[in-house]
């Protein structure tokens, strides 16, 4: 990870106007210079250079991303940022970022992306799941919401993936990143909607997601 922190220093807490992202380069597998330039371009839009000697493929882009968060320890609603923005105010997360999480943008998502990616009633993943047919790259709300809506409890991810949930439709309200499965929002903010003491009345609260395909480990 470049740079993510639970808590913006207090020069910067609730003072972050704008977000520019620098120039990164990634290592990716590829057989030859050839196969390192596709890769590099189509996946990642990216410049490529082939070391022949050490058959290294090195990928430059300007692809970082980040999920700029209201509250400390990449908690509350959320704004996922994928370009330069000079000016905050006109984002859902305005001027009140507390904490950050960042991120190195792979390529758009496709549909081998999709069955890699499961959304699951019932913990462990081995429930009933919303799966590749289901998703998409990004959904404002869920499909069947009676069936879906506020009923999921655990992800599968396989690979090298950013899966943001948020607890309302429109990718409003808390949202919470996933780089790996986690087999049960129980003890997860996504998972504790709704608490009046303690654990009662807690409910998962997933409404919406965004699916970002991560640079730098692909094969
Ligand atoms: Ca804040
Ligand atoms: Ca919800």
């Known amino acids: 990870m470049p740079f993510s922190t639970g ?8 003072n972050v106007q704008g977000i520019r992202f ?6 990716l ?14 996946n990642h839009g990216g410049i490529a250079t082939w070391v022949d000697i050490a058959r290294e493929c090195f990928c430059t882009t300007s692809q970082y991303g980040a999920i700029l968060h209201k509250d400390a320890g990449y908690k509350g609603e959320a704004s996922i940022i994928t370009t ?3 000016d905050l105010s006109g984002e859902l997360v ?17 549909t081998a992306d999709l069955e890699n990616i499961k959304l699951c009633k019932g913990t462990d993943g081995s429930g009933v799941c919303l799966t590749s047919t289901e998703l998409a790259s990004e959904m404002s709300s869920l499909p ?3 069936v879906w809506d506020d009923k999921i409890e655990s992800i599968v991810i396989n690979g090298n993936y950013l899966v943001a949930l948020f607890e309302r439709v429109d990718y409003k309200g808390k949202c919470q990143g996933f780089f790996d499965s986690n087999n049960d929002f129980g003890d997860d903010p996504i998972g504790r909607c709704g ?12 409404s919406s997601y965004k699916i970002i395909p991560l640079a730098g480990s692909e094969n």
């Open 7 to 14: 808590l913006l220093d207090p020069e910067f807490d609730n």
């Open 195 to 206: 608490c009046i003491v303690g654990n009662w009345g807690c409910h998962s609260c997933v």
């Open 22 to 27: 620098r120039s990164a380069t990634a290592t």
């Open 29 to 42: 597998s590829a057989n030859d210079e050839g196969d390192c330039q596709n890769k590099c371009e189509e």
């Open 94 to 110: 305005e001027y009140e970022t507390s904490s950050i999480t960042t991120f190195l943008q792979g390529g758009p998502v496709n």
């Open 84 to 86: 330069d923005i000079p």
């Open 144 to 146: 069947s919401p009676s």
